[in-house]
């Protein structure tokens, strides 16, 4: 999938109020990782960053 494609996915609550987005399974194959990964999620300017939790960069 392209790097530059624009994907756009609804933010879904959870009975008990929390929220998830269900990203392209395209993008997680691409990207190697599998289902329980653990992720690291950091909040940036105008977003959030979403990465394996094992990477160093």
């Known amino acids: ?30 990207l190697g990782w599998r289902e329980r990964q653990k992720l690291a999620i950091q909040r940036v300017k105008g977003g959030l960053l979403i990465k394996d939790a094992r990477s160093k960069k």
């Not at 624009?6 to 998830?20: A, Q």
């Open 1 to 30: 999938m392209a790097k530059k494609e624009k994907v756009v996915r609804k933010l879904t609550k959870t009975g008990r109020g929390s929220m998830y987005v269900v990203l392209p399974k395209e993008h997680i194959r691409d």
